[in-house]
């Protein structure tokens, strides 16, 4: 039935923002500007921790990961997109746009789970100091966010693959890309069951990993509240703070999505949600963590002054 249904199926319409053509141009302008600086800003991130050892700590690792993801994530979604906006006939391949479905939900659910490992490692740092490094050792951290990933493919790809059904024309899809939920609403056949496994899934997927987020982050209040000095208690929690930024724009963009009134709903309006995570959420990632961390600051000035030390012997030799 997956094989006579792709055979059938060519292509797709994204629609995206062809209602408002006079948008399309300073959209295409905007969020390409917008993915160049998440592309940098992520591999600067990546490249900062791998060339100083100061930042080559598990906080930084797990940090790696993130930024990857989010790379990752905007280069399965931004480029079609970007196309889109300039071109005549707004289409997708059937094979790229369950390439995106199956890819989109695989970085989501692993996102989840890795800002939960993100969250374990601020608790064991604040609460469990002396002992940070032995319960955060290299191979934990490896096994940690190896567990993320694995999770992730194991709760999204290997369900949907089950859960894909024959579409129904016409094949119009009022969105910016393809995804599950967009996805639902061209299937042929009663959908219930794939929304109860999509109910389901997203509860293991999305509640469980904020729930422990939440247990780390009162375990984490509540140590520094025993904290005598006011200066103590300021450097404790701010280590958490850049992560806690992050949980809180990925988290409430969901909450706005899903749990938002149905008078509330409208597809330009789900159109701007997925804009904001999809594209907006990546580039603000790295500067979340960078902008007031000086340890990120430090590690910029000493790589760039060892790079520009290494020039001058050539520039020199150049001049000669």
Not at 232 to 244: E, Y
Request: net charge positive; aromatic share 12%; hydrophobic share 50%.
């Amino acid at each position: 039935m997956r094989q006579a249904n792709a055979s059938a199926v060519s292509e797709l319409v994204l629609v995206g923002f062809s209602t408002h053509p006079w948008a399309e141009l300073p959209l295409f302008l905007l969020f390409s500007l917008v993915y160049l600086t998440s592309c940098f800003g992520n591999t600067a991130v990546v490249t900062l921790v791998v060339l100083d050892a100061s930042l080559q700590s598990p906080m930084y690792f797990f940090l790696c990961h993130l930024a990857f993801l989010n790379v990752f994530f905007s280069t399965v979604v931004v480029p079609k997109m970007l196309f889109n906006f300039l071109a005549s006939r707004r289409v997708i391949s059937y094979a790229f746009c369950l390439a995106q479905t199956y890819l989109t939900l695989f970085l989501e659910c692993t996102e989840c789970f890795l800002l939960a490992v993100m969250a374990l490692d601020r608790y064991v740092a604040v609460c469990h100091p002396l002992r940070y490094l032995l319960l955060m050792s290299w191979p934990a951290c490896a096994a940690l966010a190896l567990g993320a990933w694995a999770l992730g493919f194991f709760a999204s790809v290997v369900p949907l693959y089950c859960v894909i059904l024959p579409l129904c024309g016409p094949y119009v899809v009022d969105y910016l890309f393809c995804e599950l939920p967009v996805l639902l609403h061209l299937f042929c056949a009663d959908t219930t069951l794939q929304e109860t496994m999509m109910a389901v899934g997203g509860a293991g997927t999305v509640l469980v990993p904020f729930v422990l987020i939440l247990l780390s982050y009162l375990r984490i209040l509540l140590a520094v509240l025993r904290v005598d000095s006011a200066e103590g208690r300021r450097r404790a929690f701010s280590t958490c703070t850049s992560h806690l930024a992050v949980v809180t724009i990925y988290y409430g963009t969901g909450l706005i999505r899903y749990l938002r009134p149905k008078s509330l709903y409208s597809a330009e309006g789900d159109k701007l949600i997925s804009l904001f995570y999809a594209v907006i959420n990546p580039m603000l990632n790295p500067f979340i963590y960078s902008l007031r961390n000086k340890e990120v600051q430090g590690a910029l000035e000493r790589v760039t002054g060892r790079s520009r030390a290494a020039r001058e012997p050539l520039a020199a030799l150049l001049r000669r």
